[in-house]
C-alpha cells in the first residue's frame, strides 16, 4: 500500500534553513510530489510541485533524488510566520471520469519556528 | 490559482439531520474535491466531483451517506446525511486548476451532537 512517511514534528530557529524530508518508497512513475502548507482554521495552500531534480520558486525549493523516493522541502531563512503544518502529497494523473485519483497525504510536520 | 468560498464556515447539528456544505470557485474548473480532516490530522479524500459525471467515492465513503452535486464548473455541494458524532470534523472542498496542484476552501467545521 503506498503511502507517504514524514517527521511529525520539528523546531527551528528564525533566519534558519529548515528541511523536511518525506518518504514515499512505493512512488509510481506517472506520479507528482507536492508539498502543502497549512496554518489553523484555514485549507492547505499549495507550495511547490515537482516530479524530478530540483525546483525552486520564490518561497522554497524542492529536493528530489533520481530514485523518486524521498523528497527534501527546503525553506530558505523562515520566520516567525512560517509555522505551521507542512504536508507532503504524492498524487498520479487525471485519467478521466469515474476513475479514483490517487491522493497519498502524508500526516503532516508540524514546524514549530522560535525566535 | 483559485479562490474558493465554503458554506457554512461552522455549523453544529443535531444527530440524525443532513447538512449541506457549498463550495463556490471564482473560475471554471473539471476537478473539485471534498475531503475530511480530523483536528490535528491529515486530509482524508472523501470524493472526486466532476462537472458532467457522477462523484467518484473513495472507500469508506459512500453515495448515500455523502450525496454529491455539481450542477456547473464554480459549484459543488456535499452533503452529510443522517448525522452522527462521528461526523464531527471539519470538510473542506478544493480545485485542481493544474495538473496535481491544488487550491483548498477555508473549511466547514462541523460538530454533531
Known amino acids: 500500500l503506498a503511502k507517504t512517511t514524514q517527521p511529525i514534528s520539528m523546531d527551528s530557529y528564525e533566519g534558519q534553513e529548515v528541511n523536511i524530508t518525506c518518504s514515499h518508497n512505493?512512488?509510481?512513475?506517472?506520479?507528482?510530489i507536492t508539498w502543502y502548507q497549512q496554518f489553523p482554521s484555514q485549507g492547505p495552500r499549495f507550495i511547490i510541485q515537482?516530479?524530478?531534480?530540483?525546483v525552486t520558486n520564490e518561497v522554497a525549493s524542492l529536493f528530489i533524488p533520481a530514485d523518486r523516493k524521498s523528497s527534501t522541502l527546503s525553506l530558505p531563512r523562515v520566520s516567525l510566520s512560517d509555522t505551521a503544518v507542512y504536508y507532503c502529497?504524492?498524487?498520479?494523473?487525471?485519467?478521466?471520469?469515474?476513475?479514483?485519483?490517487?491522493?497519498?497525504w502524508g500526516l503532516g510536520t508540524s514546524l514549530a519556528v522560535n525566535p | 490559482s483559485a479562490v474558493i468560498s465554503q458554506k457554512p464556515s461552522r455549523d453544529i447539528c443535531q444527530r440524525g439531520t443532513s447538512l449541506t456544505i457549498q463550495c463556490q470557485v471564482d473560475?471554471?474548473?473539471?476537478?473539485m474535491f471534498w475531503y475530511r480532516q480530523q483536528p490535528g490530522q491529515s486530509l482524508t479524500l472523501i470524493a472526486t466531483?466532476?462537472?458532467?459525471?457522477?462523484?467518484?467515492?473513495e472507500s469508506g465513503f459512500v453515495i448515500d451517506k455523502f450525496p454529491i452535486s455539481r450542477p456547473n464548473l464554480t459549484f459543488s455541494t456535499l452533503t452529510v446525511s443522517n448525522m452522527s458524532p462521528e461526523d464531527s470534523s471539519i470538510y473542506l472542498c478544493?480545485?485542481?486548476?493544474?495538473?496535481?496542484?491544488?487550491?483548498f476552501g477555508a473549511g466547514t467545521r462541523l460538530s454533531v451532537l
Open positions: 515537482g516530479y524530478k531534480t530540483k
Open positions: 512505493n512512488i509510481a512513475t506517472n506520479d507528482y
Open positions: 502529497l504524492v498524487g498520479d494523473r487525471f485519467l478521466g471520469a469515474g476513475n479514483n485519483r490517487k491522493l497519498i
Open positions: 478544493s480545485v485542481e486548476v493544474q495538473e496535481n496542484i491544488q487550491y
Open positions: 466531483a466532476n462537472q458532467g459525471s457522477e462523484a467518484t467515492y
Open positions: 473560475s471554471q474548473v473539471t476537478m
